[in-house]
């Protein structure tokens, strides 16, 4: 039932690049509600990665950045490492008039270090 | 430090109701919203609504009106949330959040560690 459509998997090897993307509609993203990062580690609570579309928390590293065009936003990490492997979830707000409104969800990605 | 700490595990039987606690600490409890979001097993995330410490204002998820109720206690800085009419599909873990920004608008810069509600029939 989520609105942000993720891709279910990436990967990559130690050093690559990898993208993570998250669709949205009219509602969230493209009506020009911000977008947030954030990494669950197995068995752990989601930690904030990127907020407000493109700034990173004290203690993030820069190898991770985000963007957003119109109804859609992207999660790069760079030189990829051992400890990114873990879950990814993009989070918006939706202004609709039905049962999404609120904060949404994306669906998650799940990146692995090849 | 920013800490929420959440209540123990729960099992429940189908039909009954589950409460969980969420204390907050190193900050001042009334100037930010708190959220509760669930994470079924193997599931993405799942928002469920907000409560406004400072005013005891919610708002839910429509799919959770009318079975879920949040409160809160300024005197312990804590805030609950209570999920009624239990089936199995709302075995998961439970998280609280704590929110930068407005009402419906924002991020979750600090997260409970969350509580595992176990339904059973």
């Known amino acids: 039932q989520s609105v942000l459509t993720q891709p279910p998997s990436v990967s990559g090897a130690p050093g690559q690049r990898v993208t993570i993307s998250c669709t949205g509609s009219s509602s969230n993203i493209g009506a020009g509600h911000d977008v947030h990062w954030y990494k669950q580690l197995p068995g752990a609570n989601p930690k904030l990665l990127i907020y407000d579309n493109s700034k990173r928390p004290s203690g993030v590293p820069d190898r991770f950045s985000g963007s957003k065009s119109g109804a859609s936003a992207s999660l790069a990490i760079t030189g990829l490492q051992a400890e990114d492997e873990a879950d990814y979830y993009c989070q918006s707000s939706d202004s609709s008039l039905t049962a999404s409104r609120g904060f949404v969800f994306g669906t998650g990605t799940r990146v692995t270090v090849l | 430090q920013v800490q929420l700490v959440q209540s123990g595990a729960e099992v429940k039987k189908a039909g009954a109701s589950a409460k969980v606690s969420c204390k907050a600490s190193g900050y001042t409890f009334t100037l930010y919203y708190m959220h509760w979001v669930r994470q079924a097993p193997g599931q993405g995330l799942e928002w469920m609504g907000i409560i406004n410490p400072s005013g005891a204002t919610t708002t839910y998820a429509q799919k959770f009106q009318g079975r879920v109720t949040m409160t809160r206690d300024t005197s312990t800085s804590t805030v609950y949330m209570e999920l009624t009419s239990l089936t199995s599909e709302d075995t998961a873990v439970y998280y609280c959040?704590?929110?930068?920004?407005?009402?419906?608008?924002?991020?979750?810069?600090?997260w409970g560690q969350g509580t595992l509600v176990t339904v059973s029939s």
């Open positions: 959040a704590r929110a930068q920004g407005s009402t419906l608008e924002g991020f979750f810069d600090n």
